[in-house]
């Protein structure tokens, strides 16, 4: 089944501790993505990725880090988690940044 | 100016009657264009792409107007299952490569 996997679906924390979340695609797309989500802001865009090894800042990149070494994974890191990064968390893919992207599940995270 | 502008709604419509509403963008450019679903605390699920020529696929229809720079979504014989926010997704050129920047959603509820 073509899908995009993220992990953790939720996650508790507290300032400071590193986090990372997962996220891996079967549909040998080239793009992927990161997208928060705040009631009334719509998705912004975190982080993308065009490649392997071409990442490139979105709209809200600050706070957050990302790597692409592998087509298939896309793991977003929080180095140093502060509680404005407390969201909704999305990965999503596609075969191009011109295309409909598909989506994770989704990454609750709480940051105390 | 936001470069997506969407109602946010919520638009309550009965069972039954159609519903339409508009996405405008900002820049003229913009290539491409799609409607997304959203159901609460969900994935965003590509609806249907916005072709030129307009599109329809079943009781939803879209549309696009260059010349106002705004696409519509219209959604006949509604159904208690089509309540969901609507996202509008615009692919903007943003230097050498395209960018989808997101709408904050309209949110419609239909009642029986």
């Known amino acids: 089944e073509a899908q995009v996997t993220q992990n953790p679906r939720y996650l508790i924390t507290v300032t400071g501790k590193k986090l990372t979340v997962t996220c891996s695609q079967n549909m040998n797309h080239e793009y992927m993505s990161w997208y928060r989500q705040d009631p009334g802001l719509g998705l912004r865009q975190i982080y993308y990725?065009?490649?392997?090894?071409?990442?490139d800042k979105g709209d809200v990149p600050e706070g957050y880090k990302v790597s692409r070494k592998e087509k298939r994974n896309f793991p977003l890191i929080l180095e140093s988690p502060s509680p404005n990064q407390t969201s909704l968390y999305f990965c999503?893919?596609?075969?191009?940044?011109?295309?409909?992207?598909?989506f994770g599940d989704g990454t609750r995270l709480s940051i105390l | 100016r936001k470069e997506v502008e969407q109602d946010p709604g919520p638009f309550n419509v009965p069972e039954g009657a159609t519903v339409a509403f508009n996405c405008t963008y900002s820049?003229?450019?913009?290539?491409?264009f799609f409607w997304y679903r959203q159901d609460c605390r969900k994935e965003p699920k590509l609806l249907m792409s916005?072709?030129?020529?307009?599109n329809e696929d079943g009781r939803f229809t879209a549309q696009l107007n260059r010349a106002s720079q705004y696409i519509s979504l219209l959604i006949r014989d509604s159904k208690l299952s089509d309540s969901a926010t609507y996202l509008c997704?615009?692919?903007?050129?943003?230097?050498?490569?395209?960018?989808?920047?997101w709408g904050a959603g309209t949110k419609l509820i239909i009642k029986p």
């Open positions: 916005v072709y030129s020529s307009g």
């Open positions: 820049n003229s450019a913009s290539q491409s």
């Open positions: 990725s065009m490649n392997v090894e071409v990442t």
């Open positions: 999503a893919s596609s075969f191009g940044n011109n295309q409909p992207q598909h």
């Open positions: 997704v615009v692919s903007t050129r943003k230097g050498s490569n395209y960018q989808l920047i």
